[in-house]
């Protein structure tokens, strides 16, 4: 049998058939074009689940159930989203819509959590039994494995770990909060620091780098400058780094998972990125004298760890 997973996002919605060896054979698309009725977005997400199933050569008599991932606090119990400002859904039954539309259960889980949990059957956490993925985009995105399960806490809204406190008397956050992980090492936060470095080095590289259009910014500029030996970048750079390392610390003191992954566009500086957090982490880590640490690595995925995850929602061990 198959499964779809559906990656229900802000701003597309993707949906993919997946085998039993967790490998999408087709996948489908569309805009999701939010705000707007929920109904209307149940449609488009049974259309394109339909369409990657014809993609596959199969019917909906080849597919177990239908998982998806949605932004936002959701009850994977009952299959509702309580309440996403991406999507501005308030308490929405979104299984329950797309069961109508597909014919088969469907399964709903957050979006990192659904993600987390294609990196752990599948990817960068395979094989262990407590895993956490981190997610460093647009904002701070975690998932928490805890002894094969994901954990959301008991209301479901746990594990918004860019939500953590790293600095009570800094930047503010999207969320209204003083200080959290996300204000700091978001790829939104770099950006904005890479910029500040910019105006206090009207010399550096960087400059060159984006066309000297501080709008033509982004992640990796500030990478780029510490590769070509730029004093501002490589400064950006280290502080970046060390604000990833101070939340990351955090995650580990608290939960002492086997792996923790990291994700997102800038985790494509691979080594470049995980080495000096390893040395930051490790050093900073309240059971550092213990000789089984937690691995740092870069997820493996990429995009596909939603729908995969989603696809295996009703699964978990």
């Known amino acids: 049998m198959y499964r779809i997973g559906i990656d229900l996002g802000g701003t597309n919605i993707v949906a993919g058939v997946v085998n039993e060896d967790y ?4 996948r489908s698309s569309t805009k999701t074009n939010a705000p707007r009725p929920a109904g209307q977005i149940a449609d488009d997400m049974a259309k394109v689940a339909k369409e990657a199933v014809e993609k596959a050569g199969l019917t909906m008599a080849d597919i177990e159930y239908v998982g998806i991932g949605s932004p936002g606090a959701v009850n994977p119990k009952t299959g509702c989203v309580a309440f996403s400002n991406n999507l501005d859904f308030y308490d929405v039954p979104l299984g329950d819509m797309l069961k109508e539309r597909m014919g088969v259960d469907c399964f709903v889980e957050n979006d990192a959590n659904a993600a987390a949990y294609g990196e752990y059957i599948a990817g960068a956490g395979k094989g262990t039994d407590n895993f956490i993925a981190i997610t460093l985009g647009t904002g701070v995105g975690g998932g928490v494995i805890i002894g094969g399960k994901i954990y ?13 406190t790293i600095n009570m008397n800094g930047e503010v956050c999207t969320c209204g909060r003083i200080g959290c992980w996300e204000a700091y090492a978001s790829a939104t936060a770099l950006i904005r620091q890479t910029k500040q470095a910019m105006l206090r080095y009207p010399n550096s590289i960087m400059w060159q780098l984006c066309d000297n259009n501080p709008d033509n910014v982004n992640g990796i500029t500030a990478f780029d400058a510490m590769r070509k030996s730029d004093v501002a970048g490589s ?16 995650v580990l003191n608290i939960f002492q998972p086997e792996v923790i992954c990291i994700g997102g566009g800038i985790s494509h500086e691979g080594d470049t990125l995980i080495a000096p957090i390893k040395r930051l982490v490790y050093g900073d880590n309240f059971a ?3 000789s089984k640490k937690a691995d740092i690595k870069v997820a493996q995925l990429g995009n596909d760890a939603g729908i995969i ?4 929602l009703n699964s978990q061990k």
Request: no cysteine; glycine share 12%; hydrophobic share 50%.
């Open 309 to 312: 995850g989603a696809a295996y």
């Open 23 to 26: 490998k999408i054979i087709s």
């Open 235 to 250: 400064m950006v750079v280290d502080q970046y780094l060390y604000f990833v390392a101070v939340g990351i610390a955090n």
């Open 152 to 164: 959301s806490g008991s209301n479901y809204a746990g594990a918004e770990l860019g939500h953590v």
């Open 288 to 290: 550092r004298n213990l």
